[in-house]
């Protein structure tokens, strides 16, 4: 017994001591792995990624569709690469480069977002969502606005950023009619009303930024935010599979868009607390009128 007391304290402290030395290492190993992780990929099937049942390249080996059934992602047709160079020379370039690297002439690096390797989803949705071009490029967050470029425009710029360095996630087209809505409206509640509100318009957040109003987008700009996650929203790609991702979007563009106010005035979609106060405000009105008119009466 009492020679074993020694080799366990002794063992004890050896495991210690290599806890101490082991552990950086471990970091270190742990810190280069997650450098090379490519956030926009996953392993997960059918979400929002080329992991999908379907996937077409070119002769190139590039993709240039991926999806399923609930949501078929596009690459932007090269013909437009040509338009896009000039559009993005005459609307982008003074900011980001001329080769979007973000390096404006006699700039330094990283003066402004390296749009190379993005994904033609993610430079789409700011162009034609009015952000930009901006009017302000040193603006905190840009709002969405009415946009100076049309959609095909967008889609051309689109098209010749990407033909730079070609990446994902590409253009969304949902198909809104294989969605439910019911199961979009409790994953909007857990994923985005924080933000956006149950009503989904918007609010402040911290450090001068906020979250838009979701009303009057189109579905696939909605798609396009939720796998690009623009300015402060994440980027659901890889914990959301495309068919949630279809049916949040169907909840947006009908219930949210369009709602059916079941109980008469909608009062602004305001919200529940909001239009709670309202009713209080209008029932204790009309009593206390009721009241002082007995009153006056008697």
């Known amino acids: 017994m009492g020679l074993t007391s020694p080799l366990i304290k002794r063992a004890a402290l050896f495991s210690v001591a290599g806890l101490f030395v082991l552990a950086p290492g471990a970091l270190f190993v742990g810190a280069a792995h997650a450098a090379n992780y490519n956030p926009t990929e996953t392993s997960r099937r059918d979400a ?6 379907i996937v ?6 590039t993709v240039i569709e991926y999806g399923n059934k609930y949501i078929l992602y596009n690459a932007p047709p090269s013909k437009l690469d040509n338009l896009g160079k000039a559009l993005f020379m005459e609307n982008c370039a003074s900011c980001h480069g001329t080769q979007a690297d973000g390096i404006p002439a006699n700039g330094t690096v990283g003066a402004y977002p ?4 993005l994904g033609p989803a993610t430079v789409d949705f700011w162009v034609v969502s009015g952000r930009m071009p901006s009017a302000n490029p ?12 049309t959609p095909n425009q967008a889609l051309a710029i689109a098209a010749w950023v990407n033909s730079l360095a070609p990446s994902i996630p590409l253009i969304p087209t949902p198909n809104l009619a294989n969605a439910n809505v019911s199961d979009g409206a409790a994953l909007f509640a857990l994923n985005c009303a924080s933000c956006h509100t149950i009503e989904g318009d918007g609010d402040a ?3 001068s930024t906020f979250s838009p109003s979701l009303r009057n987008i189109p579905a696939y700009q ?13 980027r659901f790609t890889g914990n959301l599979s495309d068919q949630q991702v279809l049916d949040v979007t169907k909840y947006v563009t009908t219930e ?4 059916n106010n079941p109980g008469g005035f909608g009062l602004g979609g305001l919200g529940p607390v909001a239009e709670g106060f309202v009713g209080l405000l209008l ?3 009309v009593l206390v009128l009721v009241c002082y008119w007995i009153g006056e009466r008697e």
């Open 48 to 53: 929002g990624t080329p992991n999908s049942t």
């Open 256 to 259: 949210i868009q369009h709602p």
């Open 222 to 234: 909605v798609v396009e935010a939720i796998r690009t996650g623009p300015a402060n929203m994440p």
């Open 138 to 149: 040193r603006v905190v967050e840009a709002s969405r606005r009415q946009p100076r470029l």
């Open 114 to 117: 390296d749009l190379v390797g």
């Open 283 to 285: 029932g204790v009105g």
């Open 205 to 207: 957040l911290a450090a």
């Open 56 to 61: 077409i390249k070119n002769k190139a080996g």
